[in-house]
């Protein structure tokens, strides 16, 4: 009887692991079939671009907006912290330090991710659940090549864009907050934070860092959506999935890229 | 929305993308002052370097020479082969010495060049003769410490 419990519960943990190896392995397919197909968005360069301007240019004020009130959210937590010891000259070393490795990347990344990502699922979804393209198929358009490309390329650029700009947007923040408000030496503000910043080794490490989310994000976005069940709440559910496995991917990867970019690299 | 309007959106986005990617280079990174100016290397041997770091500027007089380039342990004379490059622009007599000092009481340390007298200049793969290693702040408390400890005795007897 026991056993027979166990069984049961063993053999269900072998079926959700399959099953997610399964799942891993279409997407990767996916993935490579997607790359490999995209001579059209790349060729009829307007179809990219249509799909920038409502990944990237549609999401430029919440980017903004946020990367400003995280830059003076920053710059004033900092100050309290750094004027105990006296080093409230390190202001703009600490906002752009974490803007730059951290924040810019990452939180740019968890707002695509549910500005742009939800909707790009959404749209496929719906696209599929409308027979759209199936429709497509049968006048031997390939809605990969077509549909699903344009909007993943459209992402991969838009991302490190919106990352730049949420960590200058973050930055000018920081020193509205630090220098005009608080009174820290404007100086001492950038002369810091130039010699602390390295430019390989934080700039060039954070545009990286968004490259991966982007592609991370719109490959999740694009494959849900592709993949949905073609009714209402399946599309629903893909959204909801897309923004929930976005986020921890971008959480995930970030630990790992952040263990492989700046330990050791402190010398 | 038409074309037009799309285009001229996205070329905004675009422009001050790359603008924003640009202030951080520059701006925030400074990356136009460590342009790949003409540099020669100089080595120099430390008993200590305390907490030299790779990168670490060169100063004379505090102006910004250089920036410490390579810092290897010597197996021999067990002593650290600091590897500095320093801007061609700035030349050095031969009997320059090197210290390791440090920017405040806990700010990062530094090589400190005092140039000398000699009349031929610093070449390429130079070593310099004279240096001084990094203040390390137990042992200046031992000595302290043992100085007056001594003080101490003298005045008993």
Same mark, same amino acid.
């Given at each position: 009887?026991?056993?027979?419990?166990?069984?049961?519960?063993?053999?269900?943990?072998?079926?959700?692991?399959?099953?997610?190896?399964?799942?891993?392995?279409?997407?990767?397919?996916?993935l490579?079939?997607?790359?490999?197909?995209?001579?059209?968005?790349?060729?009829? !360069?307007?179809?990219?671009?249509?799909?920038?301007?409502?990944?990237?240019?549609?999401?430029?004020?919440?980017?903004?907006?946020?990367?400003?009130?995280?830059? *003076?959210?920053?710059?004033?937590?900092?100050?309290?912290?750094?004027?105990?010891?006296?080093?409230?000259?390190?202001?703009?070393?600490?906002?752009?330090?974490?803007?730059?490795?951290?924040?810019?990347?990452?939180?740019?990344?968890?707002?695509?991710?549910?500005?742009?990502?939800?909707?790009?699922?959404?749209?496929?979804?719906?696209?599929?659940?409308?027979?759209?393209?199936?429709? *497509?198929?049968? *006048?031997?358009?390939?809605?990969?090549?077509?549909?699903?490309?344009p909007?993943?390329?459209?992402?991969?650029?838009?991302m /490190?864009l919106?990352?730049?700009l949420?960590?200058?947007?973050?930055?000018?923040g920081?020193?509205?907050?630090?220098?005009?408000?608080?009174?820290? %030496?404007?100086?001492?503000?950038?002369?810091?934070?130039?010699?602390?910043?390295?430019?390989?080794? %934080?700039?060039?490490?954070?545009?990286?860092?968004?490259?991966?989310?982007?592609?991370?994000?719109?490959?999740?976005?694009?494959?849900?959506? !592709? %993949?949905?069940? /073609?009714?209402?709440?399946?599309?629903?559910?893909?959204?909801t999935?897309?923004?929930?496995?976005?986020?921890?991917?971008?959480?995930?990867? %970030? !630990?790992?890229?952040?263990?492989? *970019? !700046?330990?050791?690299?402190?010398? | 929305?038409?074309?037009?309007?799309?285009?001229?959106?996205?070329?905004?986005?675009?422009?001050?993308?790359?603008?924003?990617?640009?202030? #951080?280079?520059?701006?925030?990174?400074? #990356?136009?002052?460590?342009?790949?100016?003409?540099?020669y290397?100089?080595?120099?041997?430390?008993?200590?370097?305390?907490?030299? &770091?790779?990168?670490?500027?060169?100063?004379?007089?505090?102006?910004v020479v250089?920036?410490?380039?390579d810092?290897?342990?010597?197996?021999?004379?067990?002593?650290?082969?600091?590897?500095?490059?320093?801007?061609?622009?700035?030349?050095?007599?031969?009997?320059?010495?090197?210290?390791?000092?440090?920017?405040?009481? #806990?700010?990062?340390?530094?090589?400190?060049?005092?140039?000398?007298?000699?009349?031929?200049? #610093?070449?390429?793969?130079?070593?310099?003769?004279?240096?001084?290693?990094?203040?390390?702040?137990?042992?200046?408390?031992?000595?302290?410490?043992?100085?007056?400890?001594?003080?101490? &005795?003298?005045?008993?007897?």
């Open positions: 009887m026991l056993a027979a419990g166990l069984r049961a519960q063993l053999e269900r943990l072998g079926g959700v692991v399959t099953s997610t190896i399964w799942r891993l392995g279409y997407a990767s397919r996916f490579a079939y997607l790359v490999l197909h995209s001579g059209t968005a790349l060729r009829r !360069f307007r179809l990219t671009i249509a799909e920038i301007y409502f990944a990237g240019v549609l999401s430029l004020v919440i980017i903004l907006v946020s990367g400003l009130f995280v830059g *003076m959210v920053l710059s004033l937590q900092g100050y309290e912290t750094l004027q105990r010891f006296g080093a409230s000259e390190s202001l703009g070393v600490l906002v752009a330090l974490s803007l730059v490795r951290e924040l810019g990347p990452v939180v740019a990344g968890l707002l695509f991710a549910s500005r742009a990502g939800s909707a790009i699922t959404a749209e496929i979804g719906l696209m599929k659940a409308t027979e759209q393209l199936a429709a *497509m198929e049968m *006048m031997a358009v390939d809605p990969v090549a077509r549909v699903v490309a909007r993943f390329w459209g992402g991969v650029i838009s /490190p919106l990352a730049a949420f960590s200058a947007s973050g930055i000018f920081g020193y509205l907050i630090g220098v005009q408000l608080i009174g820290v %030496d404007a100086g001492a503000f950038w002369s810091q934070m130039q010699a602390a910043v390295d430019w390989s080794n %934080d700039i060039m490490n954070g545009v990286i860092k968004s490259v991966v989310f982007g592609v991370a994000v719109t490959w999740i976005a694009v494959f849900e959506g !592709f %993949d949905a069940p /073609p009714t209402a709440e399946g599309v629903s559910r893909a959204t999935r897309t923004v929930v496995t976005s986020s921890l991917a971008i959480l995930a990867l %970030d !630990f790992i890229l952040t263990a492989l *970019m !700046f330990t050791g690299g402190s010398r | 929305m038409n074309r037009s309007t799309i285009d001229l959106w996205v070329g905004i986005f675009v422009a001050i993308g790359l603008a924003a990617l640009l202030f #951080l280079s520059l701006k925030v990174a400074n #990356l136009a002052s460590f342009s790949s100016a003409q540099s290397k100089v080595e120099a041997k430390f008993a200590n370097i305390g907490g030299l &770091k790779v990168r670490g500027p060169v100063k004379s007089a505090g102006v250089g920036r410490v380039a810092i290897r342990f010597d197996n021999h004379s067990f002593e650290a082969i600091v590897t500095m490059n320093l801007e061609s622009d700035f030349r050095f007599p031969k009997d320059t010495t090197a210290k390791i000092l440090t920017s405040g009481i #806990l700010g990062e340390q530094y090589v400190g060049l005092e140039a000398g007298g000699d009349a031929t200049m #610093l070449k390429d793969g130079d070593r310099l003769r004279l240096t001084q290693s990094a203040v390390v702040l137990e042992n200046l408390i031992s000595q302290f410490l043992f100085n007056k400890a001594a003080e101490g &005795k003298d005045e008993k007897k």
